[in-house]
T-cell receptor
Framework: DTGVSQDPRHKITKRGQNVTFRCDPI?????LYWYRQTLGQGPEFLTY????????KSRLLSDRFSAERPKGSFSTLEIQRTEQGDSAMYLC???????????????FGPGTRLTVT | AQKVTQAQTEISVVEKEDVTLDCVYE???????LFWYKQPPSGELVFLIR??????QNEISGRYSWNFQKSTSSFNFTITASQVVDSAVYFC?????????????FGAGTRLFVKA
């Protein structure tokens, strides 16, 4: 049973460029989440999907951010016109989301560390 | 509004000492879940335990134990006989559920140093 994977693990980009990150959840998990984590802080929720439907978006997710999960499997997070303030670790997690208490147990990937210069 | 407070920013102990990490939460929702996650230096968050709002039974799993008390809105985590490999940042998280959906909030984390 493979865990959550994310690609790339590290991304360095210049301000103003677009970047895209990919997340592959645990195969039988219906829910997929994106978080942002800055140094010394806990993860902050960005958005989540139930299958292919994006059900909630945080106010942190500005117009420059977009996320997709087209077939209900992997997901992509795109940041357009990156700013230095976007530098952070972007975490993806998945959970079963079928029924019961385990629905909310989130399993995290290794993250993508973004540095905007 | 939901809130998770981990008042201890850093804790340093010597190997084999017991250590308790505190977590206090706030929510008006009656259905919620509490979690502890471990983030070792490698960076990947590891799920440790989940507790439901309607289940105050405390649990012991090996060297780990958890104390959930609704009366004080606390969900504390104890490591018995700590080991160097326990050094990590530990996060407490709250997932609340209501008619509008659900929301997960993490505390700021407690960094635990276990010295040999």
């Amino acid at each position: 049973d493979t865990g959550v994977s994310q690609d790339p693990r590290h991304k360095i980009t210049k301000r103003g460029q677009n970047v895209t990150f990919r997340c592959d959840p645990i195969s039988e998990h219906n829910r997929l989440y994106w978080y942002r984590q800055t140094l010394g802080q806990g993860p902050e929720f960005l958005t989540y999907f139930q299958n292919e439907a994006q059900l909630e978006k945080s106010r942190l997710l500005s117009d420059r951010f977009s996320a997709e999960r087209p077939k209900g499997s992997f997901s992509t997070l795109e940041i357009q016109r990156t700013e230095q303030g976007d530098s952070a670790m972007y975490l993806c997690a998945s959970s079963p989301g079928t029924s019961g208490s385990k629905d909310y147990e989130q399993y995290f990937g290794p993250g993508t560390r973004l540095t905007v210069t | 509004a939901q809130k998770v407070t981990q008042a201890q920013t850093e804790i340093s102990v010597v190997e084999k000492e017991d250590v308790t990490l505190d977590c206090v939460y706030e929510t008006r929702d009656t259905t919620y879940y509490l979690f502890w996650y471990k983030q070792p230096p490698s960076g990947e968050l590891v799920f440790l335990i989940r507790r439901n709002s309607f289940d105050e039974q405390n649990e012991i799993s090996g060297r780990y134990s958890w104390n959930f008390q609704k009366s004080t809105s606390s969900f504390n985590f104890t490591i018995t006989a700590s080991q160097v490999v326990d050094s990590a940042v530990y996060f407490c998280a709250l997932t609340t559920i209501n008619t509008g959906g659900f929301k997960t909030i993490f505390g700021a984390g407690t960094r635990l140093f276990v010295k040999a």
